[in-house]
């Protein structure tokens, strides 16, 4: 069975922390990574990594996969209280039909 | 562009009763997704159709959840009868034809319908 497991489940730091999140995989056929952050609404994409070791990059967040590892993190650095959020991770197999499977996610709260 | 859009943003209903929620993907998206987001849990995979056929509906639990998507546009997702379990957030998302490893092909969610059973 396939699984995706994030950590932490759920983290508060202060306002300008840096925060890591985590996010392990077992998937047969693994094609990508995705990101989403997910306020008290839609989820929102963020990432998709495909190739092992190259980080992408938006703003004060960034992330990089490790396909050897079979993990991601997820980086945000200056975090500011609209950074709160669940950011969930979720990975795409092949064949091409951009089914996902999600973590349950990780809890992020800024506190000014 | 116009997102996904889902109606009714809200529902509560008590056990037993039915319960349809309706999503309009964003145009020109051949694929449209069906996911249950339970309180604390990552969203799980109820139904996925390609155009109007359904691709992987592996996860639905058939004997009170249906759904369709005619004419390979809007869908509707039904419950019948509700039960306590069912209590989460229906998101409905919508992908592009597969475009290969270009990013394109990355879902676009809508907004949610929070069903609450009593």
Known sequence: EDKVVQSPLSLVVHEGDTVTLNCSYEVTNFRSLLWYKQEKKAPTFLFMLTSSGIEKKSGRLSSILDKKELSSILNITATQTGDSAIYLCAVEKIPGYSTLTFGKGTMLLVSP | ?118
């Open chain 2, 1 to 118: 562009e116009a997102g996904v859009a889902q109606s009714p943003r809200y529902k509560i209903i008590e056990k037993r009763q039915s319960v349809a929620f309706w999503c309009n993907p964003i145009s020109g998206h051949a694929t449209l997704y069906w996911y249950q987001q339970i309180l604390g849990q990552g969203p799980k995979l109820l139904i996925q159709f390609q155009n109007n056929g359904v691709v992987d509906d592996s996860q639905l639990p058939k004997d009170r959840f249906s759904a369709e998507r005619l004419k390979g546009v809007d869908s509707t997702l039904k419950i019948q009868p509700a039960k306590l379990e069912d209590s989460a957030v229906y998101l409905c998302a919508s992908s592009p034809p597969w475009q290969g490893y270009s990013g394109a092909n990355v879902l676009t969610f809508g907004a949610g319908s929070r069903l609450t059973v009593l």
